[in-house]
């Protein structure tokens, strides 16, 4: 069985811009979270998507942005770049969200310069 | 606040000992408590999940206690290897209907020759 699947692994971005980022989940799985995670803060939950509807949210900005599709794959915005938004950006999948267990994939590693 | 503590932040040991992490947690209301190992630049993979009722969970040289009265879990491995070196971050889901997690930092523990 496939595991999760992330793309691109790594990223080069400029202030300013903005990057989409990728997920796949595991085949039957319908809840697709995003975490955000650097040395000083670990990891912090973005938001959750399930069947196409964001159903959980974290306490970031609304530069963060995302959408599912209908395949269950994910993706990740983020517009008008910050220095500090250089970090590693996990998903994650489960059949439900928590209380399931939580499948990581291998992490898209974003450099904002 | 809902909140995760970890500690210590960071452990050295020698390979073949034993060592125990620990987590307190403030999260209300508790649906269940997770830990994780991570590699240095991989994602997450699940160790143990806890529900209220659960005291101790095993997964092979991993065994992780959950006093729900107290808000304490601890992960204790045991006959440590090198491939032990790695993150462990506990995370308490919270249910408040839609469930969410919330992370601890982690324990970076490092197992030498």
Not at chain 1, 13 to 20: A, D, F, I, L, W
Not at chain 2, 58 to 83: C, E, F, V
Not at chain 2, 89 to 111: A, N, Q, W
């Amino acid at each position: 069985k496939a595991g999760v699947t992330q793309t691109p692994r790594y990223l080069i971005k400029t202030r300013g811009q903005q990057v989409t980022l990728s997920c796949s989940p595991i085949s039957g799985h319908r809840s697709v979270s995003w975490y955000q995670q650097t040395p000083g803060q670990g990891l912090q939950f973005l938001f959750e998507y399930f069947s196409e509807t964001q159903r959980n949210k974290g306490n970031f900005p609304g530069r963060f942005s995302g959408r599912q599709f209908s395949n269950s794959r994910s993706e990740m915005n983020v517009s008008t770049l910050e220095l500090g938004d250089s970090a590693l950006y996990l998903c994650a999948s489960s059949f439900g969200g928590a209380p399931y267990e939580q499948y990581f994939g291998p992490g898209t590693r974003l450099t904002v310069t | 606040k809902n909140q995760v503590e970890q500690s210590p932040q960071s452990l050295i040991i020698l390979e073949g000992k034993n060592c125990t992490l620990q987590c307190n947690y403030t999260v209300s209301p508790f649906s269940n408590l997770r830990w994780y190992k991570q590699d240095t630049g991989r994602g997450p993979v699940s160790l143990t999940i806890m529900t209220f009722s659960e005291n101790t969970k095993s997964n092979g040289r991993y065994t992780a206690t959950l006093d729900a009265d107290t808000k304490q879990s601890s992960l204790h491995i045991t006959a440590s290897q090198l491939s032990d070196s790695a993150s462990y971050i506990c995370v308490v889901s919270e249910d408040r209907g839609t469930y969410k997690y919330i992370f601890g930092t982690g324990t970076r523990l490092k197992v030498l020759a």
